[in-house]
């Protein structure tokens, strides 16, 4: 089939209603995809955007979930246009759908302060590819009055077989993870310096040793990279207008009256350190492992999930090591002793 570029790329029939109706149906995919993401065992193949290091299993797996996902359900929506003729106008230059899917996914990037997480050669690539897709759909949409399948259509059964066959070899490939590794720890080294000359003092001031330290910088990153400095500003104005207790500041301490950034920091410290001295002391006279340990004092901060804690285990653990490479061999009693110069940033 030819496709008619000039008819493609034709506004005439596009309005503002137009526009803003899908705009809405963009959101709606974007939030399914994001949906069915979550729910989507990650021992399965699927990998979510996260500040640990996962490999990519099952390549194939991701390459289709990403692009056909959204497809499959403009598709869907295309569909239901045309079944009902009222709306046979949302249908004009509907692969702009598609566009504005991935201008939410790139907003949702910048909102939550993950830019530097991101491969955007992958990124580039999705978006071609589905756009790509989406016009050439639009210009098999705009030709004939239904675009679900007829009988005659359904053929070729053996080519279907090729696909899964490709497929399934495809998903025994594995991909390379070193860029991802150097991306997510420039992230976290660039996010640990940024808030060391910020809240060094008050995190110094309130730490015992270089464990609590490094254990507060790394829950202070994922609470970060869980609730954006936009998002924060959501929460303060939300609590502005209830008045009810939630968790506010970069560390998303509890409370019932408004905190800053610094007062947070200063709390969430003193909690952390608790918490390790709980624990260190549960450990005496063992071998000391550190994102074991930060593991457990993570659980006893946030109450989190598995992942949650992991994240913060494989940061301390990186940042640690950064000041003792030999750390995990130390005892509970050598690991505690050894404190931070804050202004000369050496071991003492």
Known sequence: MEIIWIEIFDFSQYSFVVAIVQIFVAGIIFYITNWLGGHTPIDKGYVTLSLIVEDDTMPAFNFVFKTLTPLVLYLLFLALFQYFKGLSVLIANSYLIIAYYWLYRLAYYIIHNVLGLINWVVFGMYVIVT?????????????????????????????????????????????????????????????????????????SANSECLVDECLIYAIMIVENYNRSPFIRQIEKIKFLLTKKKMSLGIMQVKTVSMIT??????????????????????EDGYDFYPSWSARKVANKYNGGNDKYNDEVGVIFEQIIEHYVPNISNMSVKEAISIKLDFENNEIK
């Not at 950034?261 to 549960?282: D, F, G, L, P, T």
């Open 261 to 282: 950034n610094e007062q947070s920091v200063e709390i969430a410290s003193k909690m952390i350190v608790s918490y390790r001295k709980i624990i260190c002391k549960e």
């Open 131 to 203: 756009l790509g897709i989406s016009i050439w759909l639009y210009s098999i949409v705009e030709t004939v009055d239904s675009i679900f399948p007829s009988i005659e259509s359904l053929r070729d059964q053996l080519w279907i077989l090729i696909a899964i066959f490709v497929y399934q070899i495809l998903n025994k490939l594995e991909m390379n993870r070193n860029d991802s590794e150097k991306r997510k720890e420039k992230y976290i080294f660039s996010r640990y310096k940024q808030f060391k000359i910020k809240y060094g003092r008050i995190v």
